[in-house]
Structure formats: C-alpha cells, structure tokens
C-alpha cells in the first residue's frame, strides 16, 4: 500500500510537531486491519523503531520517547499520526512511517538546540 508521510520541519527544543502518514489508495476496511509503525533514522545511525499501534488501537514507544510522543490513528481517514511533544535535539532524523508491506517516503524532523 502507498503511504505518505507529511509534518515535518525545523522546530525549537521544547517544541511541538504532528506528523501525518496517510494511504490515499487503501481501502478502508483494509486500513482498519492495518498495523503501523513509525521509524526515525538520524545520520550516521541505524533506522530505530519509535512507535507502534496495532489495528485495535494498542500503543507502543521506544523509552526515550515515552512521555512525549503519541501515535493515534483515524481509519476513516486512513492516517496515522504522531504528536511529538517536548521536542528535543536527539529527536532530529528523518522519519518514516511503515505499514503492513511498504514505507512512506520520510520527513525531515530538525530540533534546534
């Protein structure tokens, strides 16, 4: 399935971003069943895991995240999101959202200290 990542951009330490994972051309009763996950990769390191939610909902996060970042997800719209609180500079990466067969394209997340 297609999927497009959108919200990033170049935020202050303490700082707020939502970022978007959308798939136009999935069909909803198919999206539903959807796991998704969201990945980040900074330069120099490897693609890490930041959040999962499963097709009923059920949340999971990297610990350095936990408590700042919320993944929720809206299947009448077919996207996932991820509310990112308190940004901090070791958040900057470009990040990736993951669906059962496919990766969206990435968005640049900069925090400046």
């Known amino acids: 399935v297609q999927l497009q990542a959108s919200g990033g951009g170049l935020v202050q330490a303490g700082g707020s971003l939502r970022l978007s994972c959308t798939a136009p051309r999935a069909i909803f009763s198919t999206f539903m069943d959807y796991d998704m996950e969201w990945y980040r990769q900074a330069p120099g390191k490897q693609r890490e895991l930041v959040a999962g939610?499963?097709?009923?909902?059920?949340?999971n996060y990297v610990d350095s995240v936990k408590g700042r970042f919320t993944m929720s997800r809206s299947n009448s719209k077919k996207t996932v999101y991820l509310q990112m609180n308190n940004l901090k500079p070791e958040d900057t990466a470009v990040y990736y959202c993951?669906?059962?067969?496919?990766w969206g394209q990435g968005t640049q997340v900069t925090v400046s200290s």
């Open positions: 993951r669906g059962p067969d496919s």
């Open positions: 939610i499963t097709s009923r909902g059920i949340t």
